[in-house]
């Protein structure tokens, strides 16, 4: 595609239902990010695939947290048992070569939990 | 802790005038440095990169490193009042490996 695809655009959900939010990278990009943006403040590192590579799970903030990467294209990121503090702005982003590094946003996926 | 540092703000420049915003990491290995600008309730866009000592121009802005000093800082010229945005300055420690940002800058340019 054109640019980083997130789907869905928004969703609300309730306090202890699970959630799974969708990013299709640019075509030829090996590597994939997820950060988290809550409102007003800077973007959270979650999660950074690179390649066959394990990925860098390092800002994981809990164990209700976990993201998939798929024939290292489509990524999946999970959150179970959500909660009101995992509301936030979920942003995707991908680059086409690590060592440029040059990454590149997806629109975002708004989660709102209630 | 690897940390990305860079002031709230909010900066207030005139239009015509110069805005400069700065950066400072924590970390001396750094490799790849960007400036990103985000509109409010948009996604973060990608401006700038450098990844050696020095200046890089491309037309109104200008990056600076100075891997010494552990700065980072975005010059933009003749500021327009579309260039009021959040600027996020993000750095990379070494290749294949996750990208940092710091907290932002809200930048205002006063007509």
């Known amino acids: 595609g054109a640019g980083v695809s997130q789907s869905p655009s928004n969703k609300v959900t309730e306090k202890g239902k699970d959630v799974e939010l969708r990013c299709d990278p640019i075509?030829?990009?090996?590597?994939l990010y997820w950060y988290r943006q809550s409102l007003g403040q800077g973007l959270e590192f979650l999660i950074y695939?690179?390649?066959?590579?394990?990925?860098?799970k390092s800002g994981l903030p809990s164990d209700r947290f976990s993201a998939e990467r798929t024939g290292g294209s489509v990524s999946t990121l999970t959150i179970q048992r959500t909660q009101q503090e995992d509301s936030a702005v979920y942003l995707c982003?991908?680059?086409?070569?690590?060592?440029?590094?040059?990454?590149?946003f997806g629109q975002g996926t708004r989660l709102t939990v209630v | 802790q690897k940390e990305v540092e860079q002031n709230s703000g909010p900066l207030s420049v005139p239009e015509g005038a110069i805005a400069s915003l700065n950066c400072t990491y924590s970390?001396?290995?750094?490799?790849?440095f960007f400036w990103y600008r985000q509109y409010s309730g948009k996604s973060p866009e990608l401006i700038m990169s450098?990844?050696?000592?020095g200046d890089k121009e491309d037309g109104r802005f200008t990056a600076q490193l100075n891997k010494a000093s552990q700065y980072v800082s975005l010059l933009i010229r003749d500021s327009q009042p579309s260039d009021s945005a959040t600027y996020l300055c993000?750095?990379?420690?070494?290749?294949?490996?996750?990208?940092?940002f710091g907290s932002g800058t809200r930048l205002s340019i006063r007509p």
């Open positions: 993000a750095v990379r420690y070494s290749s294949a490996s996750k990208i940092i």
């Open positions: 075509s030829g990009h090996t590597a």
């Open positions: 695939f690179q390649g066959n590579s394990a990925p860098d």
């Open positions: 450098i990844y050696s000592n």
């Open positions: 982003a991908s680059s086409l070569e690590p060592r440029s590094g040059e990454a590149f």
């Open positions: 970390d001396r290995v750094s490799q790849s």
